[in-house]
């Protein structure tokens, strides 16, 4: 099995910054998306960003394009969400989450392995 770890979440002023981390344990996969959802309370989980490995895209929803940016360190197994100007209407449990196969989904049902989450809290 695979674990993925996540941590960096925590309490942020709105316009500032947050990297989340997500670390890779276990058995490793040659093709593989990684996805990054969120959910607050009373809401359906959201997809936020992601990468397909195959091709080392990355898709961002609108509600982030341009503020959050995926980053990828491959000797330590770690993916990285880098969060800017961060709003309080982003304030969410993180999720990390893996889709074995290259390409990514917007769907968390066709992820296979997640992270623990990590708390974001964005104050105005």
């Known amino acids: 099995q695979v674990q993925l770890v996540e941590s960096g979440g925590g309490l942020v002023q709105a316009g500032g910054s947050l990297r989340l981390s997500c670390a890779a344990f276990g058995r490793t996969f040659s093709n593989y998306a990684m996805g990054w959802f969120r959910q607050a309370p009373g809401k359906e989980r959201e997809f936020v960003a992601a990468r397909s490995w195959g091709g080392n895209s990355t898709y961002y929803s609108d509600s982030v394009k341009g503020r959050f940016t995926i980053s990828r360190d491959n000797a330590k197994n770690t993916e990285y969400l880098q969060m800017n100007s961060l709003k309080p209407e982003d304030t969410a449990v993180y999720y990390c989450?893996?889709?074995?196969?290259?390409?990514?989904?917007?769907?968390?049902?066709?992820?296979?392995?997640w992270g623990q989450g990590t708390q974001v809290t964005v104050s105005s």
């Open positions: 989450a893996v889709r074995i196969g290259t390409y990514f989904s917007t769907l968390p049902r066709y992820y296979d392995y």
